[in-house]
Structures are given as C-alpha cells and as structure tokens.
C-alpha cells in the first residue's frame, strides 16, 4: 500500500480502538463493549432486537420455491418470528445462480405466481419481509457483466478481477452505485422488502489499481466509498433493517458493524459444534447485535433440539429449522425458547460479557456465556459429548451475594440442580440426566444491583 501526496494535500487513517483495564479481561472487554455501544448509529432495530428466521441454514440450502416457503413461512410465524428472511437462490430459475448474479430480478419458476405471494404471506403472518442480497458482486454470466462499464469493476493491469467466477463492482464509478442504489429502492419500494441480509462470499485480493496510487489505496477507496453507500442507504430508507453476513462472520469490523444493525456469526452447520462461536462471539460483537444460529429439526431428541435453541439466545435469535415438519410439542418448545428470549432482549443491549469458564477452546465439554447487568446476570451453560458430570462456574461480580437462580429455557425438560456458594462466587450445575448434547439458559438476580 501507499498512497502519494501532493503539497497541501492529507491523508486520514482507519480507526482504531484499542482498551485497557486494570481489572483483566472482564475490565477490557467491558470497556470495548461501552465503546462499541458508542458507534452504532441509532434505529429502532436497536431497541426491538426482533426474531428473524431465515429459510437458509440446513433448511432450504438455497433452494426456495413458493411450495417449500408457504407452510415454512405460516410455521416460523407460529413459533414467534418477527422477520422472516428469504435466502439465496430467490433470483434465479435453476440450481446454479452462483456466477449469474447481479440483476437481482425474482426468479419467474421458482414463483410461478411472482415472489410477491410469499412476500405477501409473511406480511400476512405480521412479519417483516427480507431477501438476501449479495451487493458487491456481479456473476461472469449475469446480464450485468456487459450492461457496466469495465471501470466499475475492480481490476488490475486493465483487467477486471475475477474470483470463482464472479466479478467485484468499484464502489468508487457512479455506475455501480446507481445500479445498487436501483436495487434496492426496487426491492424495499415495489416488493416492501424491510431486511436485507448483506452477504459477501468473494476475497477481491490486494485491490484495483485503477485510479488508484497502489492496489491498496485503490482498495481502501472502494471501502469508503462502500460505507458512504451505506449511509445514503439508511438516509433514504431509515427503518430497512441491516444484517452483515459476509459468509457468516468475514468484515466483523465496526466500520461496518457500526452501519449494520446484525452479524451473522458464522455458517457452521454442526449444532455440536456452534457453542463455541456463540460463547465467544462478544469478544468481537455487541450481544445484541450477534446473531447466532439455531436450527432445531423435527429428527432431533428433546435435549438436541433445546442445545440448539439455547445457543442462539444469549445474542440475537436467528432461527432456522424445518418448523413445518415438526410434531406440536417440538413447535411448543421453539415457541417456548423465542418466548423465553422476549423476556430478556430488552436487557441485552445494557450486558456485558463474562465468560465464567474462562474464553473456550474448539473441543472443550463444558461452555458458558453470562451475560450481566445492574442485579441481573443471564447464563447460557452448554455440555458437549465426554463432558464431567458436573460444572463448577466462577461469577466473581456476585462474590458474598445471596442470589436467585432461576431456569429460563428449557422450562418442560428435567431441570438440572444448582449449588450456589458465595463465597466463592461459584455455582455449580448438574444434569439430572447424562445426556450427551444438554444445554440451559438461567436468569441469576440479586437483592442488590452489582458493581
């Protein structure tokens, strides 16, 4: 990278925040947290904190029709979704839209009587409606590949960029930006469209040299430029909710996080093994802007299906899950968990962090996520396959407090016994049945509102 400077002329940075604390990690971590509260721009989002359900994950695999979203739409209102996001694969009349994206036009086969039946269903069902959308990118065999000019492209030595098969628009040209900008006034003003899911699946490399001092400055101007596309966009549609997928947790920055109102943590399509990337995932994210998968299915075992659903409430709950296939009593317990997590989303955009078995590996059997505020602490516990029969959890803020632990999810399942010593400030829980994949969500309280 460099960029040359003529007299007179400046050059700004990227930001950087950087915390310290005398209190260790929680001290940092708190304090990154505040900060972070700090750059996100304000919308109602914020204060909301909706249920979204989206058709992706070990569900529809980008693959929607209106056969398949009709019965899925009318099952995820039923559990409580409040935004219900259509995923890949809505633009295109076959199975391979991979490198002919880029018009953004619904898919004619796929929604014989247009996509606006199911739009209208989930509007029907009290839902926001949402699509995924891929801006940034422009397949080798979309329409739009010829209807651009090459200088909206990225490109080096005068050759646009390519990478698996699909070219990377210049935020920088007009072009690009009018084309996005028609998009997604198209999308939110002709379809009613309230939720983008922004996703970014391509790695454009050192950058363009186009214009540009060095393929790095090149790229950081597309950068900007892309941020400055975001503000117009939220100027011009203010209530549009905003998630940052980027092939499920790619640019988890806050020049963009501050802009985007959620993150999709991560693809991972293993329930068994997501904990870990929930648990950690406000080291990085607000907790109210994290939005971890849960994926029950209708073949999972009691236990199985709460594990999954407990990982998605301790941040922003983004269900997935054949709900249409499920028998009532799996529903009742979705509902139960979306309901349970109503309870407690006004309190998460006030949390901070802790991680009460410390910050886990990849393979550890026992996990923990608390998230506290004033004299209420919320505590995810999850345990893995091989895991000891009992945790032992340290919550040094309630050291010589009196508390009161209560289960918040799963409420119809054995209840696990809880040792509180507070002295130590350590609570120790036990499975009342050795089950390979458990998982609780408790509300801790205390007389007294903590330091």
């Not at 997604?184 to 009613?192: H, K, S, Y």
């Not at 301790?314 to 349970?340: K, N």
């Not at 997590?341 to 550890?364: K, S």
Request: net charge negative; glycine share 6%.
């Amino acid at each position: 990278w460099q960029q040359q400077l003529q007299p007179g002329d400046s050059f700004t940075t990227v930001p950087v925040s950087v915390a310290v604390s005398c209190a260790g990690l929680a001290g940092a971590v708190a304090a990154l947290t505040g900060h972070r509260r700090t750059l996100v721009r304000p919308h109602r989002d914020r204060l909301t904190l909706p249920v979204v359900f989206n058709d992706y994950m070990n569900t529809l695999m980008g693959d929607p029709t209106t056969a398949k979203l009709l019965p899925l739409v009318d099952a995820a209102a039923d559990a409580g979704a409040e935004i219900f996001c259509v995923d890949a694969g809505w633009y295109d009349n076959d199975l391979n839209w991979w490198d002919s994206v880029g018009e953004w036009q619904p898919s004619r086969t796929r929604f014989p009587r247009g996509i606006e039946e199911v739009l209208t269903r989930i509007r029907d069902r009290d839902m926001v409606p949402g699509l995924w959308l891929e801006p940034e990118v422009i397949g080798v065999r979309s329409p739009m590949a010829d209807k651009l000019p090459p200088e909206a492209f990225l490109q080096r030595g005068g050759t646009r960029l390519v990478e698996h098969d699909r070219y990377h628009l210049d935020l920088r040209h007009p072009a690009a930006v009018a084309h996005l900008d028609e998009v997604v006034d198209r999308l939110v003003e002709q379809l009613g469209v309230g939720y983008l899911k922004l996703d970014y699946n391509i790695d454009p490399g050192t950058g363009t040299d186009l214009d540009a001092d060095s393929v790095g400055a090149g790229l950081l101007a597309h950068n900007r430029a892309h941020l400055g596309w975001l503000d117009r966009l939220h100027h011009r549609h203010p209530d549009l909710i905003l998630e940052n997928c980027a092939s499920g947790g790619m640019r988890m920055d806050y020049a963009l996080l501050s802009r985007m109102q959620l993150q999709s943590t991560s693809d991972q399509q293993d329930y068994r093994r997501y904990p870990p990337i929930a648990v950690t995932a406000p080291m990085s994210v607000l907790p109210e802007q994290s939005a971890n998968w849960a994926y029950p299915q209708p073949d999972m075992p009691d236990e199985q299906l709460a594990f999954t659903l407990c990982t998605g409430m301790l941040g922003r709950l983004y269900l997935s899950g054949r709900l249409d296939a499920m028998r009532p009593d799996q529903l009742r317990a979705v509902r139960d968990a979306v309901e349970a997590y109503r309870g407690i989303r006004a309190d998460l955009a006030d949390t901070v962090p802790l991680w009460p078995l410390g910050l886990p590996a990849w393979n550890d059997p026992w996990l923990s996520l608390a998230l506290r505020r004033q004299n209420v602490t919320y505590l995810g516990v999850w345990r893995r396959d091989d895991a000891d029969r009992s945790a032992t959890l340290r919550l040094p803020h309630l050291t010589g407090q009196q508390v009161t632990v209560e289960l918040l999810h799963p409420r119809h399942l054995s209840p696990w016994t809880c040792t509180w010593v507070p002295a130590t400030a350590t609570l120790t829980v036990t499975p009342t049945r050795p089950e390979p994949f458990t998982a609780r969500i408790f509300r801790i309280a205390t007389d007294a509102p903590t330091p």
